[in-house]
């Protein structure tokens, strides 16, 4: 496959006339007048940005199904009233169509990969297969439910090789996981070399139990059971002081942001200077739908950005650039991925159509691209495929039908 | 002209099957079966919700042709080396352009009005009426150029009894303006019955020197000149006491937040909860697109939320359906305009294509036009007129290129 003419990005400036050869599932060539030895129709990118598929670092997708279903609550009726018995009565069906809603979505926003913890992680893996998108996937497992942690291993013994799902753990959190469990799932983890995912320091009443009960913050309890690692993604790390900072950094975890769900939740606001001070490699998520409410890394990079800015009293902090850098090369490396526009990169990429008020004048397009865009993800491509082209999506009025089904049948 | 078959919003439930009936820049009728006795084709609003155009409560509209020129700098370095010396050499030209670009942009967000304050009122009025779109403008005055304060009133008396244009008066900011100039533009106010726009408490800074020099807060110091009335859109309001709070309730004050800037240029976050709570009518506005960087008050109904939520630290403050009010009737109510959609009303309206997946599934549609929507605005309907169709804007292509021109010349 050939996408000729297309503008690509280099050290911020805009590159027009570029081709970009695709084969394989693979870049294979990025350049000028590229050949193409297949049969296929170019796809014209004149007039279009190519930049490599965004990675949202956190979700959980299936919860898309219970977007709008209730907001604005506080934490704990939300969960016992709202979210907890309705999730009681999810079935493998309300969560296929759930994913591919969320896959949706994905496209939509230009992302190529996602990271998830929830139930039925098989059957998440097979709709998002079916729908074509990349994913890394766990079971998540608290103590509360304890067969959740004895389907751990079978699911990743299932699916490890896959061409686009990579399976990881999912303990739930520190505070729902008791420490053999923990000490079980990282024994999962290094065994199948997999990422561990796992909610940390979210909100302050966290911390404070951690502190009051085990005399540790909750980054120091994982630390001592050993599980602070590159193969670690704690997501929101809301709460961390500049020991737990330096420790993330010291051992190679990654976090991953939420800074739109942790609004919403009114958990807070992430150090996220202190942390970038620090090196730790921080990357962005949205979150469930059910708490954001949608799955846009685009409004993440603008929220995150601003809101940093204001919580450390200066415009200069957390630039364009460097929120553009978290969504990407960060991703990259906390993923463990081969993606950027060059050969040898998998074939994830997104083409975003310029001729949008948003984008003029064409000053900065990474100013543009974080702060100022409002939509024109064109085409959509994951591992060589095209699942977006022109904005059409196949099949997406019968995936929003049946998902409309399955919430009317989850809340009757 | 006759919408057929779309849905609206009543007490937040989605009525589907409506039809809207357009006569003579008004709606007429809205119900069931209705016929329209002109000749137009009727538009097919099947899968589509209308809702009322909505008002953008303040901006610098000709500034989007300075979108992502100068970010992620300290105030006084961005307005001294980047802003200013730019505005110093912009033309009626650079005005017009970047106007109508602004334009494109309000269009595609679903804005039918929006209140500006800037320089070349009158060719960013004549750009307004060739674009079609309602307007609150005024000229801005401040003492540096005492040469603007002279051309308020033959502005207004241009511009009084247009019906698109409404003019206003817009001093910068009580800092910015002697009190002579204030009360100048007071008078010219009152005697033409115009509003009132200006920058109030934006910066601790500012309300900090209004304390030590006045011993009176900005907005105690405008009510002892007598600004505060109903004609009053005081802009951004970071800084307040819980006295300034009651003194604008009292006075019928209205507010225009911006919380996406404040947060962009690190001010702060505006009393919201306080201010709503002593019953003064806030609304909503974007400021202008060096600041933001875009025009979407869909993303400042989100942002707005979601941030006061957090700052109140309970996630009940702020509900989806407050803030729609915000956006809605508190704009309906500052600007003195009867829009929504029932006979009598301004035609100004917008159609939502509901076939997106974030707004599926069909929950609560208010929760998903504040938090979840991502695009999607249709058709936009001024004064009876069709702006947009099935989100085709005639001219759009050639608008931008001047404005890139402009920007281009402007940088050069």
Same sequence: chains 1, 2.
């Avoid at 297309?6 to 006339?17: D, E, R, W």
């Avoid at 051992?251 to 200077?273: E, F, H």
Wanted: charged share 25%; proline share 4%; net charge negative.
């Amino acid at each position: 496959m050939l996408i000729k003419n297309v503008s690509i990005l280099h050290s911020g400036q805009l590159l027009p006339g570029r081709d970009i050869l695709i084969e394989e599932g693979k870049i294979t060539k990025v350049g000028r007048d590229l050949k193409d030895e297949s049969d296929d129709e170019p796809i014209d990118g004149r007039g279009k940005l190519a930049i490599p598929g965004l990675i949202n670092g956190h979700t959980h997708l299936a919860m898309t199904l219970l977007r709008g279903y209730a907001d604005d609550m506080e934490l704990m009726p939300w969960l016992q009233e709202k979210i907890w018995p309705l999730e009681a009565k999810l079935t493998e069906e309300d969560v296929r169509w759930g994913v591919k809603l969320g896959c949706l979505e994905l496209i939509r926003f230009g992302i190529t990969c996602y990271s998830d913890m929830y139930y039925f992680p098989d059957t998440t893996a097979q709709a998002t297969k079916e729908m074509g998108l990349r994913a890394f996937l766990s079971g998540v497992v608290f103590d509360m439910k304890p067969e959740l942690l004895g389907q751990v291993e079978p699911f990743i013994r299932r699916w490890k090789g896959d061409e686009l799902i990579t399976p990881a753990v999912g303990p739930h959190a520190a505070y729902t996981c008791s420490e053999e469990t923990l000490l079980r799932e990282k024994e999962i983890a290094d065994r199948h070399d997999a990422m561990i995912h796992i909610h940390l320091s979210e909100t302050r009443e966290e911390v404070d139990g951690f502190l009051l009960s085990k005399g540790k913050s909750p980054v120091e309890y994982l630390d001592s059971l050993g599980m602070l690692n590159e193969r670690l993604a704690a997501v929101h790390c809301v709460w961390l002081s500049p020991e737990d900072c330096y420790l993330l950094a010291e051992r190679k975890a990654n976090v991953v942001d939420c800074t739109v769900s942790n609004l919403k939740l009114t958990s807070g606001i992430a150090p996220l200077n202190t942390l970038m001070e620090a090196d730790v490699n921080v990357c962005l998520g949205t979150d469930g739908a059910s708490s954001n409410n949608n799955l846009n890394l685009f409004e993440e990079m603008k929220v995150t950005a601003i809101v940093q800015k204001n919580a450390y009293h200066t415009p200069a902090a957390f630039s364009a650039e460097q929120v553009w850098r978290l969504a990407t090369q960060n991703a990259w490396r906390a993923f463990r991925l081969n993606l950027g526009l060059h050969a040898g990169a998998l074939a994830d990429l997104v083409l975003i159509d310029l001729q949008k008020p948003w984008f003029c004048p064409q000053s900065n397009i990474i100013s543009h691209l974080v702060y100022s865009m409002s939509g024109g993800v064109d085409t959509t491509i994951i591992n060589g495929k095209v699942l977006m082209r022109e904005g059409v999506i196949l099949g997406e009025a019968e995936i929003m039908e049946k998902a409309q089904e399955r919430f009317l049948r989850l809340t009757s």
